[in-house]
Nanobody, 123 residues
Framework: QVQLVESGGGLVQAGGSLRLSCADS????????MGWFRQAPGKERDIVAA????????FYPDSVKGRFTISRDNAKNTVYLQMNSLKPEDTAVYYC????????????????WGHGTQVTVSS
């Protein structure tokens, strides 16, 4: 059973940084690809980063490439999202998710979801 809990969200000024964490209380974390998504009010849930089981392969959309970094620590059953140079348009609820695929960029390819953490970037 995969149970994901996000933390680390909050309010930050534009140009600042935040690090999100997502911990899994299950025993199979290292076998899943992981992703971070975000959803702003009235908008679809979009991928912001994905990582394979070992951390050796990652994916970022152009909107966050060079600013966001996904990483994982399988010994701690945790995936991280380091967000730098934050912009007001990064404001959203951020979700982590687990997939049985090697790596995935589409939300319907993910099997388990956390409840989300709010990130607000002020201008």
């Amino acid at each position: 059973q995969v149970q994901l809990v996000e933390s680390g969200g909050g309010l930050v000024q534009a140009g600042g940084s935040l690090r999100l964490s997502c911990a899994d209380s299950g025993r199979t974390f290292s076998s899943y690809g992981m992703g971070w998504f975000r959803q702003a009010p009235g908008k679809e849930r979009d991928i912001v980063a994905a990582i394979n089981w070992s951390g050796g392969s990652t994916f970022y959309p152009d909107s966050v490439k060079g600013r966001f970094t996904i990483s994982r620590d399988n010994a701690k059953n945790t995936v991280y999202l380091q967000m730098n140079s934050l912009k007001p348009e990064d404001t959203a609820v951020y979700y982590c998710a687990a997939t049985g695929r090697t790596i995935a960029a589409i939300s319907n390819e993910y099997d388990y979801w956390g409840h989300g953490t709010q990130v607000t970037v002020s201008s």
